[in-house]
């Protein structure tokens, strides 16, 4: 097992200042040091799969301050999250970002909070969107975090309600992902709120990924019935995705050595903090399919596409693609390394591009000209 380090003496994350090299942490049990490269556990047993070569093919908008969350309408503008100055913005490719306004939006930039990771962060489309007009976002208020809906018109977001309330919210470590399955639910990820006893308690929302419908409810089906806990034991995950099988991926930062790629079941205990990375099945924990050292990764936001489940890096500055097999995921292979900075989130786009998210301007990163961006790549096997 993988020993932990305490809590007030290290940690990874979109709260840690960039380590001065790309090495493996050290661990504080007495196993060898990690190689600094991603891996696959042991006996995963899946193919070789082609690599692929991703291109650039345009900046849709420029010039964001701290952007978080990422999504698109179906007529293909995206939605985008400011995190520290509480704003939706529309963007189309070609046009200027066009800020949200309306009573919803007034009320995100008045009665948002937070420092440091808290904020405006997670947004989501209703899969129903043709009818109902609604979106999801995902903001830390006055009593913690939470998620509300309103409806869209154009550029306009109506009256604001909430359908879920108190998780655990911190200047670290809350999450912040919404994502509909493809069973329509919504599913919503919880940090553990820099508190880890959060993550093991099943009556907390935080350290957790919940389940709910489009007003909150508790589907039934749910692991315990009545509560909206669908997996437990995570220390902060922010990126969430399905397979075309239905499996459920999710993207999770490590403390000091393992960021993690998981694949998630119903009722599936992931761990935090009892263990970091592998070694926790002895226990009953469910082991990642994929880790890294945390100075390669810091995995925020997550897309799934018909061959590979893709990672945005914040601290290793790079877009992880794991090419999907019938038992797990391939060897993971690196792109966009060091090219465009931190990579908070990426999205599969209705064209079948991915469309990424830069993360230059949340003060740990270093901007560049044009910073923040949103990006469209064009995905191609490799030749």
């Known amino acids: 097992m993988v020993a932990v380090c305490a809590l007030a003496a290290c940690s990874n994350d979109d709260d840690a200042a960039p380590a001065a090299t790309s090495t493996a942490a050290t661990s504080t049990s007495a196993e060898p040091e990690p190689e600094p490269s991603a891996s696959a556990p042991a006996g995963s047993d899946v193919p070789a799969v082609p690599e692929v070569t991703v291109t650039v093919t345009g900046a849709v908008a420029t010039g964001l301050a701290a952007p978080w969350g990422l999504a698109q309408l179906p007529d293909g503008a995206w939605l985008v999250t400011q995190r520290d ?24 930039r008045d009665r948002t909070v937070g420092d440091g990771e808290a904020g405006l962060l997670g947004v989501a489309v209703s899969p129903t969107f043709a009818e109902d ?19 869209l018109d154009g550029a306009r977001l109506g009256p604001l309600t909430t359908i879920v309330s108190d998780i655990p919210a911190a200047g670290n470590h809350n999450g912040g992902q919404l994502a509909f399955g493809p069973d329509g639910y919504l599913y919503i990820s919880t940090g553990d709120a820099g508190d880890s006893r959060h993550a093991q308690d099943p009556d907390s929302l935080a350290g957790k990924i919940l389940r709910v419908t489009a007003d909150g409810k508790v589907p039934a089906g749910n692991p315990v019935p009545g509560s909206p806990v669908w997996s437990l034991g995570h220390r902060n995950v922010q990126g969430l995705g399905w397979s075309a099988d239905g499996r459920m991926f999710a993207s ?9 790629l998981n694949l998630i079941v119903a009722g599936g205990n992931y761990g935090w ?88 301007t949340d003060g740990r990163g270093t901007p560049r000209e044009g910073d923040d961006q949103l990006l469209l790549l064009a995905v191609a096997p490799a030749s």
């Open 85 to 108: 100055d509480h704003a939706v913005l529309i963007v189309r490719p070609g046009g200027a970002p066009t800020p949200v306004s309306g009573t919803g939006a007034d009320d995100l």
């Open 133 to 151: 007009h609604l979106v999801f976002v995902y903001r830390t208020g006055e009593s913690g975090n939470e998620v509300l809906r309103g409806e």
């Open 252 to 260: 999770e930062f490590g403390q000091d050595t393992f960021d993690e």
């Open 273 to 360: 903090p009892d263990v970091e990375g592998t070694g926790g099945e002895a226990d009953g924990f469910i082991d990642p399919l994929v880790t890294w050292p945390t100075s390669d990764a810091s995995p925020s936001g997550l897309a799934v596409t018909d061959e590979g489940v893709y990672l945005a890096g914040l601290r290793g500055e790079r877009l992880w693609r794991l090419p999907l097999a019938d038992r797990g995921v391939g060897e993971p292979q690196e792109l966009l390394a060091g090219e465009y900075g931190r990579l908070r989130a990426v999205v599969a786009s209705q064209d079948g591009s991915l469309a990424v998210l830069t993360n230059n």
